[in-house]
């Protein structure tokens, strides 16, 4: 015991308040038991709990990933770097919640893709006065969020316009079937070129 608190006491401010915010792992399974009638309370201890889990999870990730080379280290990073989304993912699935599931994927490439670079570029200006950033880069990026954008709106585009007495089930599901491909291949030949 005491080896850990040294550990925390020597590790930066950050990783204290991740240490910090894990006493809500323990407090999150049990709110389910002593808080039923409060959902509202069990939601923001899992929220609590789920923080340091990811960052944890993600600090993990990277030190394996640095001892397997890059290819390996590569695929464990974008495997398991969102492992927080996967596992809720998969858990509304199996409890057939899809338009959570769509809200989640619409959050998860909102934020990746807008705030993170915005949020970048913020504290970025604070600290620099001038920022540079590669042209490519920004074109792929401008380029991903334009295709990601068009796929997000299409379906609800379509069905305001038609109607959804026209917009059956199975003509959405041939356009989530055939934007995938095209989001699959997009990102393959962003990838390799």
Request: net charge positive.
């Given at each position: 015991m005491h080896q850990l608190l040294n550990y925390i006491r020597s590790t930066s401010l950050k990783n204290r308040i991740f240490f910090g915010l894990s006493i809500f792992c323990p407090i999150a399974f049990i709110s389910k038991y002593i808080f039923s009638d409060n959902p509202t309370l069990i939601f923001c201890t899992a929220i609590l709990a789920i923080i340091p889990l990811a960052a944890f999870s993600t600090e993990a990730t990277e030190s394996v990933a640095q001892y397997c080379g890059n290819f390996f280290g590569g695929f464990l990073n974008s495997g398991?770097?969102?492992?927080?989304?996967?596992?809720?993912?998969?858990?509304?699935?199996?409890?057939?919640?899809?338009?959570?599931?769509?809200?989640?994927?619409?959050?998860?490439?909102?934020?990746?893709?807008?705030?993170?670079?915005?949020?970048?570029?913020?504290?970025?200006?604070?600290?620099?006065k001038e920022q540079t950033f590669g042209e490519k880069l920004a074109g792929i990026n401008a380029a991903s969020l334009t295709c990601l954008t068009i796929v997000i709106l299409c379906p609800s585009a379509l069905k305001i316009s038609l109607g959804s007495h026209v917009m059956s089930t199975t003509i959405m599901r041939r356009f989530s079937y055939v934007s995938a491909i095209i989001l699959f291949v997009l990102d393959e030949i962003i990838d390799r070129g």
């Open positions: 398991l770097g969102n492992i927080a989304e996967l596992i809720f993912t998969i858990v509304a699935l199996r409890k057939g919640l899809i338009n959570v599931v769509k809200a989640s994927i619409l959050g998860a490439v909102t934020s990746n893709v807008c705030v993170g670079v915005g949020l970048a570029l913020f504290f970025g200006g604070l600290r620099f």
